[in-house]
């Protein structure tokens, strides 16, 4: 209203800023603190959208048919394992699949609401300095029965760590291995009539690979010099498996050779240079080894771009993008790409599977709400001086967090996967989130309605 394009145009004067704020609720405006909306960094990224597109929803749509479906009102069954394709109407049906969703979130020992009823005579309250101890839940959420539970009391796969150096240490990918082997051990024994799909995301602790598996990432570009070779370092182990450790406490490490690569027609490369070479047993160097692939041009690609391997373009040297160094081309390559996790092959030896989310969405993993509802309720809670009471809190918190409440967060994950699978944009996929937040899935006219709702017209109509 203030600028003097406006003012011509209708024929006004300066406003006072008074004036102004009266008139702003008029226009259906609030004065408060913008919300936090889904955060786009990455979201759009080339390789993150080819993961979704190419790996996560042809899976999860795959084993989609045989969920159960749940109505976001009543929390109650509303297609028993369905729909069904025509395939599967004659008996016997095929067994109903149970996606369980797999997280770990931080509780802080200091963390409380920042805003609340004061008094107006109230003195202002010493504050602990920093957020106090943390500590770390993991756990497996589903829609068919919540926090996965056994059948025995007190048998439940949720786990509190007290992170930290000197305390209960860290979680890594050991953790998550026997995490995930409790649980399969507890739906093995209990839940035996349905088949499991464990859903992870995509943190480094999840999708680490075993020793000596194909990975580009530590790899020199050239032959080492003489006197010297290149291994995947391993921590080095005694003689009853024990890791061995320094004066100072650290890991001893070892070298071991790193397993040979294939071939486009699946013969085997081998990594380091073979007998009757002059560099017997010496690692190639990332340039041999794409050479030998038919990129005569690795030699004049540099190492990797950047300290951080941070390139322009995820996809580069795959199709059509142009190599950018010789890191990131042999990363790209099918079989160093397609190497399975530790958790792929512990999982599926005993007959279960896995999904991978795409990285940069969580609103595709119904208990990241979870942890924010628990969140909710353990800030309420009064200040905990003292360790002890943190974890009572914490397990109350989580405790709250009811199964219909879990369905509701998991139809709403589920709308976004079906906005995504319909090729609808972050934005557009957030608008129809909201216009249907009741419903499982958005109607396929949700582009129309999202260009009439903010006014943009179709260029066949004009």
């Known amino acids: ?42 979201h759009e990224r080339a390789d993150v959208q080819l993961h979704l597109h190419a790996k996560y929803l042809p ?21 028993p394992y369905g729909p069904w394709p025509r395939d599967y ?12 969703f797999h997280d770990e979130s931080t509780f802080a020992q200091h963390d409380r609401r920042q805003s609340q009823w004061v008094h107006e005579d109230a003195s202002p309250l010493p504050l602990p300095k920093g957020e106090g101890a943390s500590t770390m839940v993991a756990d497996f959420v589903s829609a068919d029965y919540g926090w996965l539970r056994g059948k025995s009391e007190g048998d439940a796969t949720r786990l509190l760590l007290k992170v930290g150096k000197n305390r209960d240490g860290y979680f890594q990918n050991e953790n998550v291995l026997e995490h995930v082997h409790k ?16 859903i992870f995301d995509n943190a480094p602790t999840h999708t680490k690979r075993a020793p000596g598996e194909l990975s580009a990432l530590k790899m020199p570009k050239g032959i080492p010099k003489a006197g010297t070779n290149w291994g995947v ?39 380091y240079f073979p007998e009757g070479h002059p560099r017997a ?32 373009n995820l996809l580069a040297g ?53 942890w924010g509802r628990a969140k909710l309720k353990y800030r309420v809670n009064p ?24 369905r509701k967060y998991c139809v709403r994950s589920q709308r976004f996967t079906d906005a995504y699978h319909k090729g609808l944009s972050t934005e557009i996929a957030v608008w129809a989130g909201k216009k249907y937040h009741g419903h499982r899935v958005v109607p396929n006219t949700v582009l129309n309605m999202f260009d009439e709702a903010h006014g943009i017209v179709a260029a066949t109509k004009k």
């Open 233 to 271: 370092e391993v921590p080095m182990r005694d003689d009853e498996g024990g890791i061995v450790h320094a004066a100072n406490g650290k890991p001893r490490k070892t070298k071991i050779r790193m397993r040979d690569a294939k071939f486009a027609d699946g013969t085997a490369q081998p990594l």
């Open 183 to 198: 649980a399969m051990d507890i739906l093995k024994r209990d839940y035996p009539e349905e088949d499991h799909l464990f």
């Open 383 to 406: 200040p905990t001086p003292t360790e002890a009471e943190v974890e009572g809190n914490v397990i109350a918190a989580l405790d709250s967090v009811t199964l219909s409440l879990i």
């Open 1 to 42: 209203m203030a600028r003097q394009d406006v003012k011509e145009r209708h024929g006004t004067k300066d406003i006072s800023l008074p004036t102004g704020c009266r008139w702003m609720p008029e226009l259906r405006m609030q004065w408060r603190k913008h919300n936090k909306g889904m955060y786009k960094d990455g």
């Open 318 to 370: 795959t199709q059509g993008v142009p190599a950018c160094c010789c890191r990131r081309l042999l990363y790209n390559q099918p079989d160093f790409a397609g190497v399975r996790s530790l958790l792929e092959n512990e999982c599926e030896a005993r007959g279960f599977d896995t999904l991978f989310l795409p990285k940069f969405h969580p609103e595709l993993n119904p208990i990241e709400q979870c």
């Open 89 to 100: 109407e004659a008996p016997p049906r095929p067994r109903p699949v149970v996606a369980w």
């Open 59 to 79: 899976k999860w749509y795959a084993y989609e048919p045989r969920m159960r479906h749940w109505d976001f009102e009543t929390g109650e069954e509303s297609v």
């Open 281 to 312: 047993g010496i690692f190639k160097g990332m340039a041999v080894i794409l050479e030998e692939r038919g990129f005569a041009f690795a030699h004049d690609l540099r190492a990797q771009c950047g300290k951080n391997f941070k390139c322009l």
